[in-house]
């Protein structure tokens, strides 16, 4: 590789620091380095951190600098334009972002311009929200949308079909139907099972139900979830997208979730394996 492109979370202490020190390592190596921000678009920001139509054509490697959500909206907002993605780590905990010491990334530097590492697709879900038949709203996540509520006083009813067979009814504080990159974010706080994340599969996870015997469930990818929204009581339940974009539902609505037509490609260093990552994430060392 020998074009890449930064994606920095300005929230993060010393980013910009980190930002200039990686240019300056893949010039010297006769590299190309853009940072995001540097020729920004004029208009409407219709994006959360990554404008992708500023992205070069040539970019064949795009480093985010931040945490798993800073690389998790990265792939999010240049869905469809297959570029690999990697994370460097500058928050405290992240399963997705492999490096989270700086006196690593000249390591990773060298292996990514020596290309030592190898790609890693990872599904996406895409949720469309349907009233009275008509789809008003469609997006896409890669770990997990979210139906939930805004007030954390009330319960939410709701009933999961499956491939059109319904499957129960729920009386719950909601539902995450993750995919196994997002099994060790939400779905994981939850109580649902870790799954490798290059498998292809869809995890139901209830949050909080209101019953002993409701446990996740784990369904092959080209399965079709749907959720109905029942009852006649508009309680404020919403649909998240990998905690980001928010979507209002009511009573009535339903909300089709099945695999997307688009992957994310994460660049994977040979030396550091999901097992490797996964023990130093649950142990600290």
């Known amino acids: 590789m020998k074009q890449f492109y930064l994606i920095t979370n300005p929230d993060k202490e010393h980013v910009e620091e980190v930002a200039r020190s990686i240019c300056s390592y893949l010039e010297s190596k006769g590299c190309g380095c853009a940072v995001q921000g540097e020729n920004p678009a004029e208009g409407p920001r219709l994006y959360k951190y990554t404008d992708a139509s ?16 800073t690389l998790i909206q990265a792939a999010r907002d240049l869905a469809g334009r297959q570029i690999p993605i990697i994370g460097v780590n500058l928050g405290t905990l992240g399963y997705l972002t492999q490096i989270s010491r700086q006196e690593d990334i000249t390591q990773m530097l060298n292996d990514l311009i020596n290309d030592q590492y190898r790609m890693e697709r990872r599904m996406m879900l895409k949720g469309s929200v349907y009233r009275d038949g008509e789809k008003i709203y469609e ?5 997990e949308i979210v139906l939930t509520r805004r007030e954390m006083l009330r319960v939410l009813k709701f009933r999961i079909y499956v491939n059109e067979d319904c499957l129960n009814e729920y009386t719950a504080d909601g539902m995450i139907v993750a995919t196994p990159t997002g099994s060790t974010a939400y ?7 870790i799954v490798e994340p290059a498998a292809r ?18 369904f092959p990818a080209e399965d079709r979830i749907e959720i109905e929204m029942t009852g006649s009581d508009d309680g404020g339940q919403v649909v998240v997208y990998d905690g980001d974009a928010v979507w209002d539902v009511k009573p009535g609505d339903r909300i089709k979730i099945e695999e997307a037509e688009t992957e994310t490609l994460l660049i994977k260093l040979k030396h550091i394996s999901f097992l490797d990552n996964l023990r130093e994430k649950m142990t600290g060392v």
């Open 54 to 69: 500023q992205i070069p054509e040539r970019t064949e490697c795009v480093i985010t600098l931040g945490g798993d959500g």
């Open 139 to 143: 997006g896409l996540a890669l770990n």
């Open 187 to 193: 779905n994981l706080s939850a109580g649902g099972p």
């Open 201 to 218: 599969m869809t995890i139901l996870t209830p949050i909080c139900p209101h019953a002993l015997n409701m446990r996740s469930i784990v």
